[in-house]
Nanobody, 124 residues
Framework: QLQLVETGGGLVQPGGSLRLSCVAS????????MGWFRQVPGKEREGVSC????????RYADSVKGRFIISRDNGKNTVYLQMNNLQAGDTALYYC?????????????????WGRGTQVTVSS
């Protein structure tokens, strides 16, 4: 069974950077569209970014465009989220996601598997 393990969260000051990593325990990693979602208590989980099999298609939520960069290393079964110029509004639990089909979207219903999440807190 596919497992997704996120690392890299933490506490950072406004304007700072963090890099999240998600390692997938599957040999067919490059068959999957991968992505990142985030959620704060009391709010719906929202899509942040997604990347296609070989990185040819990448999408970002408007709120993170120009600040976040998604990438993947299929040889390491890993997807990354480089987060720059972090703001208080980016504080959330960040989840790694494996999509059901060849879809790169911000829709929770398109996700087949989730990691357990890594907390990102932006505060001075």
């Amino acid at each position: 069974q596919l497992q997704l393990v996120e690392t890299g969260g933490g506490l950072v000051q406004p304007g700072g950077s963090l890099r999240l990593s998600c390692v997938a325990s599957t040999f067919a990693f490059d068959d999957y569209v991968m992505g990142w979602f985030r959620q704060v208590p009391g709010k719906e989980r929202e899509g942040v970014s997604c990347i296609s099999f070989h990185g040819g298609i990448i999408r970002y939520a408007d709120s993170v465009k120009g600040r976040f960069i998604i990438s993947r290393d299929n040889g390491k079964n890993t997807v990354y989220l480089q987060m720059n110029n972090l703001q208080a509004g980016d504080t959330a639990l960040y989840y790694c996601a494996r999509y059901r089909e060849n879809i790169c979207s911000n829709e929770v219903r398109d996700v087949a598997d989730w990691g357990r999440g890594t907390q990102v807190t932006v505060s001075s």
